[in-house]
């Protein structure tokens, strides 16, 4: 605890600490609806794909400001979205072959322009392929004011939608006959999935961002069956993997806060494996022993009463 304390007394650990909490949070929240509609490969096709975006943001400004790489990623993903889109619609290929395409393609990409830029006349490159593995101890107060931005923007929105994203997920049919617009919640859904995706990009990097999108909710589910629920838990086991990994990180020198957030959710879900109350894999023993008890419990009643007739007999 005494790390803790001393953690929170550094101004820049306190910027890292509440941006990797924010960071969490989003990404945890957006993951529930992504895992619930079988797009957990969604997250890293888009985080791949942010990489030429925030390559080609860089190349046409010159800067590395959080705001405009931020902004170029978004568009590198969502040109992805439609690019997945348009190989499933028109040609025999099925989603996870179109996010292969995608995610091999823009990634390669955003290799080659990197090295590029590495090697050409930019003098202010140094620290751009942190992107690729994440470095949240660069963040500064104006990141976390963007991270806390998205967040609350991200957290609105799936309040506001949270109805229709529930019927969308869940039955797209039914919501198209109470007269939704499906087609623009999808979309408007995998934008919202590119933002968070986007936002963890610089905290996490391209490579680990996508697990943090998705292990907080597979962890909130085996808690819970209600999605209200699910969404809220998942929101908080990710800000918890990014307090944990920040608290970690800080404690031991020159270990990474991205990777060790991502391990921290992993731990996390390995807990909820476990001690989930339905789903945990101690929950199923205790209940298979349960029902052998009663089975057997039913099963000497059973004969003891044959035996009582038998003998009556």
């Given at each position: 605890?005494?790390?803790?304390?001393?953690?929170?007394?550094?101004?820049?650990?306190?910027?890292?600490?509440?941006?990797?909490?924010?960071?969490?949070?989003?990404?945890?929240?957006?993951?529930?609806?992504?895992?619930?509609?079988?797009?957990?490969?969604?997250?890293?096709?888009?985080?791949?794909?942010?990489?030429?975006?925030?390559?080609?943001?860089?190349?046409?400004?010159?800067?590395?400001?959080?705001?405009?790489?931020?902004?170029?990623?978004?568009?590198?993903?969502?040109?992805?979205?439609?690019?997945?889109?348009?190989?499933?619609?028109?040609?025999?290929?099925?989603?996870?072959?179109?996010?292969?395409?995608?995610?091999?393609?823009?990634?390669?990409?955003?290799?080659?322009?990197?090295?590029?830029?590495?090697?050409?006349?930019?003098?202010?490159?140094?620290?751009?392929?942190?992107?690729?593995?994440?470095?949240?101890?660069?963040?500064?107060?104006?990141?976390?004011?963007?991270?806390?931005?998205?967040?609350?923007?991200?957290?609105?929105?799936?309040?506001?939608?949270?109805k229709?994203f529930?019927?969308?997920?869940?039955d797209?049919?039914?919501?198209?006959?109470?007269?939704?617009?499906?087609t623009?919640?999808?979309?408007l859904?995998?934008?919202?999935?590119?933002?968070?995706v986007?936002?963890?990009?610089?905290?996490?990097?391209?490579?680990?961002?996508?697990?943090?999108?998705?292990?907080?909710?597979?962890?909130?589910?085996?808690?819970?069956?209600?999605?209200?629920?699910?969404?809220?838990?998942?929101?908080?086991?990710?800000?918890?993997?990014?307090a944990?990994?920040?608290?970690?990180?800080?404690?031991?020198?020159?270990?990474?806060?991205?990777?060790?957030?991502?391990?921290?959710?992993?731990?996390?879900?390995?807990?909820?494996?476990?001690?989930?109350?339905?789903?945990?894999?101690?929950?199923?023993?205790?209940?298979r022993?349960?029902?052998?008890?009663?089975?057997?419990?039913?099963?000497?009643?059973?004969?003891?009463?044959?035996?009582?007739?038998?003998?009556?007999?």
């Amino acid at each position: 605890m005494k790390n803790f304390w001393d953690m929170l007394a550094d101004p820049n650990m306190q910027w890292i600490f509440i941006g990797c909490i924010l960071l969490g949070l989003s990404s945890g929240t957006m993951g529930s609806f992504a895992y619930l509609r079988k797009q957990s490969l969604v997250g890293d096709t888009l985080a791949h794909a942010a990489l030429p975006g925030i390559c080609i943001a860089f190349m046409l400004t010159g800067v590395k400001s959080i705001g405009v790489l931020l902004i170029g990623a978004s568009i590198a993903g969502i040109i992805a979205t439609f690019g997945i889109e348009a190989i499933t619609r028109h040609s025999r290929l099925k989603q996870d072959a179109a996010l292969g395409i995608v995610l091999s393609s823009f990634f390669g990409l955003g290799i080659v322009l990197l090295t590029f830029i590495q090697h050409g006349d930019y003098g202010n490159q140094a620290g751009l392929d942190k992107f690729l593995f994440g470095q949240a101890a660069a963040m500064v107060g104006s990141d976390v004011v963007t991270m806390s931005v998205i967040c609350i923007s991200l957290i609105t929105v799936c309040m506001l939608l949270f109805k229709q994203f529930k019927l969308i997920s869940f039955d797209p049919g039914f919501a198209k006959g109470l007269g939704y617009p499906v087609t623009f919640l999808e979309q408007l859904l995998m934008l919202l999935i590119v933002i968070a995706v986007v936002a963890g990009v610089q905290a996490v990097g391209v490579v680990l961002v996508a697990a943090l999108l998705i292990t907080p909710a597979v962890s909130a589910r085996y808690w819970t069956n209600r999605l209200s629920t699910m969404v809220i838990l998942s929101g908080v086991f990710g800000g918890l993997s990014g307090a944990l990994g920040t608290w970690v990180s800080s404690s031991v020198s020159n270990l990474p806060t991205g990777p060790v957030t991502v391990l921290a959710a992993t731990t996390l879900f390995g807990i909820s494996i476990l001690f989930g109350p339905q789903r945990g894999l101690i929950a199923k023993r205790l209940l298979r022993v349960s029902v052998r008890k009663q089975f057997m419990l039913e099963h000497d009643v059973h004969r003891a009463k044959r035996v009582k007739g038998e003998t009556a007999l």
